[in-house]
């Protein structure tokens, strides 16, 4: 049986992060990343993540992001356990203090 290996990261280490331009993928519903989310963020909602996984590539490393943690750390027990590559963002949207878009 294979376990969740993930990082989690704070809000402020994901800002020092995006001069690298990492992958940020948005696990909210479109309609809650429409009301406002990181500017190079993608959407992909928990509730249709299984279906889209295909759109993950495996070989980078995805930071995961929801409103405030839980979903975004949900995505990462399921990612990780398929062989993804991923960082959870604790606190998400609601501790992100960087620009927002929407």
Known sequence: MLFAKFKSISTNEL???LAKKPTIVDVREDFEYRAGHIPTAVNLPLS???NQVSRVKKSQPWYLICRSGARSK????????AGYDV??????MNAWNGPVQG
């Open 15 to 17: 800002q020092n992060e």
């Open 48 to 50: 249709t993540l299984g």
């Open 74 to 81: 949900r995505a990462a027990m399921m990612l990780s356990k």
């Open 87 to 92: 960082i959870n963002v604790k606190g998400g």
